[in-house]
């Protein structure tokens, strides 16, 4: 069993910058692929960037590859996705997933937290 938890979103203007983080209860954190996604009311639940567990190796959605981050921090059971130059269509909430597989699909994800708002006004 994982407990994942996110934080960080937020209401920022467009061109702005958030980072939010997802806090693991998990000791052996380290193992774990981590991936962040997003939903809008009404749309499928995307799949936004992964980070794996052993290397570290990074992937992104074309829609955010230059513009987020994601990272992870081992002692600290914490992955983080930082994000700039935010748009309108960067609003959602955003969900981080934990696996053992780093994948960009939601099916290799077997924890999830509650979600966080993310809302970037023009």
């Known amino acids: 069993q994982v407990q994942l938890v996110e934080s960080g979103g937020g209401l920022v203007q467009a061109g702005g910058s958030l980072r939010l983080s997802c806090a693991a209860s998990r000791r052996t954190f380290s193992t774990l692929a981590m991936g962040w996604f997003r939903q809008v009311p009404g749309k499928e639940r995307e799949f936004v960037a992964r980070i794996g567990a052993s290397d570290s190796s990074t992937s992104y959605a074309d829609s955010v590859k230059g513009r987020f981050t994601i990272s992870r921090d081992n002692a600290k059971n914490t992955v983080y996705l930082q994000m700039n130059s935010l748009q309108p269509e960067d609003t959602a909430v955003y969900y981080c997933?934990?696996?053992?597989?780093?994948?960009?699909?939601?099916?290799?994800?077997?924890?999830w937290g509650q979600g966080t708002q993310v809302t970037v006004s023009s």
């Open positions: 997933a934990s696996g053992r597989i780093g994948s960009t699909y939601r099916s290799a994800y077997d924890y």
